[in-house]
């Protein structure tokens, strides 16, 4: 396959995500770095960004609201809005987390920024 028609295919794939992300009504929004509410984190693993996104060029926010178990561990994530190449990496890296120990469960609200290192 030629350079520019792996161009075209990528950019007929970035415009069927965004189609697709209209359609479902996501988007990216500014934001901050990982924030958390209520419960501290003990443990945490950085989303990596993904290497389609990359080639894409594609930056944005993803927020998430999670379910933390009294045991600190993530119980349940909801999507609350972002890209959904970006999405996966941040749900993936989330679970892994650990909160600190409470005597009943908690929602926490993230965000995350992805962007390409400079």
Known sequence: MSFHKSVRKIAKSALLVAT???AFGILS???????TSERKVKFKITPQYPDMARKLG??????LEIVVAPNGNVKDTKVI???PILVNAAVDAVKR??????????????????????
């Open 58 to 63: 594609l930056t944005g926010v993803v927020k």
């Open 97 to 118: 987390w650990k909160f600190e120990s409470a005597s009943a469960e908690s929602i926490n609200t993230l965000e995350f920024k992805f962007q390409p290192e400079q």
């Open 20 to 22: 697709l992300c209209g």
């Open 81 to 83: 809005g972002g890209h």
């Open 29 to 35: 929004v500014p934001g901050a770095q990982a924030q």
